[in-house]
């Protein structure tokens, strides 16, 4: 038997050389049950971005670019997951309920479908919303003053009556409207309503068709013979839009849609949500439920003002001349 100092020291090391291991062990545990993914405590965030179109896209890079300038950047405090099911609705309802039994601690859905989706999967965890036109009508909120449950955002409820306006203010001798929008989306039936409305207003006969998906929207656009065309916040309808104005270029149709990218790419004008500001505004509500604020209780974002965009080229190409005074009142111009 050993009787050395250093030998009789054996079993005590031994059972340090354990306890420290223990404690090891219980503190990484400690971390990865605070809701975090990895050793250090990372809060997980899930984008589902519905369909890549302008707008949608602005709102996620505003979220990402704001939650970064808050001090959440991807891969320090948060892992960032972004998905995109480009409009199919089968994928949409795989990549919610992924997100859904991945524990994610925030989820934030761009455009209706998407936030339906989430709402629909997701019961337990902060659901915010962006690019939602009616979030009420939807079913997403109780309110938008209190939206009662694990779901609020921001709502791009567009000035559709101006929007209307702006098509006289174009083109005085229009006296047919036409609107192509998809049937599946919630947002696009509200906006088609309110344009009605204000199409009456403005002695405008308003004639539509539904589409189900953006391969349809070149002859369903084709179908209309009218004197201008409407495009709300319809996400099949603008992640295809180049079809619709092709047509319209035909016809010599003067197109009025209802945000800044897609006057961008050939609309004439529009009154338009600051979408990348939407992002950002929901960037800073994430950060307040990080907190430890509830969603329940912070009402739903909108926006009262709008940015006036003109395209001069592309109104030529549909037969129309912008008026100067037009032109002179636009924040943004193509």
């Known amino acids: 038997m050993c009787r050395t100092p250093n030998c009789m020291k054996g079993p005590q090391v031994l059972k340090t050389a354990k306890l420290l291991t223990s404690m090891a062990a219980a503190a990484a545990l400690l971390l990865t049950g605070c809701g975090g993914s990895g050793s250090n405590a990372q809060l997980k965030v899930g984008i589902i ?34 998905q995109n099911p480009q409009a199919d609705q089968s994928t949409l309802g795989a990549i919610a309920t992924q997100y859904g039994q991945d524990g994610k601690d925030l989820v934030l859905a761009i455009a209706t479908p998407a936030a339906q989706a989430a709402a629909q999967a997701i019961t337990d965890k902060p659901v915010l919303f962006g690019a939602v036109t009616d979030p009420v009508g939807a079913g997403l909120v109780a309110s938008l003053e ?8 921001a709502s791009d409820l567009n000035p559709v009556e101006n929007q209307i306006k702006l098509i006289k203010e174009i083109k005085p001798e229009a006296k047919t409207l036409g609107v192509v ?3 599946g989306e919630a947002n696009s039936e509200v906006q088609v309503k309110a344009a009605e409305e204000a199409a009456v207003a403005q002695g405008l006969e308003i004639k539509k068709t539904a589409i189900v998906n953006s391969s349809e929207i070149q002859q369903a656009a084709e179908s209309l013979e009218v004197d201008a065309f409407y495009v709300p916040t319809d996400n099949v309808v603008v992640s295809g839009l180049e079809g619709l104005i092709q047509v319209a270029e035909t016809k010599g149709a003067v197109v009025v ?3 800044e990218g897609s006057v961008q790419r050939g609309s004439a004008a529009s009154y338009t949500v600051n979408y990348e500001k939407q992002g950002r505004d929901l960037a800073a509500m994430a950060v307040k439920i990080f907190e430890g604020a509830k969603p329940a209780d912070l009402p739903v974002g909108t926006q009262d003002s709008f940015d006036l965009c003109v395209n001069e080229a592309a109104a030529t190409r549909q037969g129309a001349t912008l008026p100067v005074a037009l032109v002179e009142r636009a924040i943004k111009k193509f």
Request: overall charge negative; proline content about 2%.
């Open 181 to 183: 929008y998809a049937s």
């Open 49 to 82: 971005n519905y369909v890549s179109h302008t707008a949608l896209d602005a709102v996620q890079k505003g979220f990402i670019d704001g939650l970064a300038e808050a001090g959440y950047k991807d891969q320090e405090k948060i892992a960032l997951e972004i």
């Open 257 to 259: 849609a209802s945000d």
């Open 146 to 153: 209190a939206p009662g449950g694990n779901v609020t955002g």
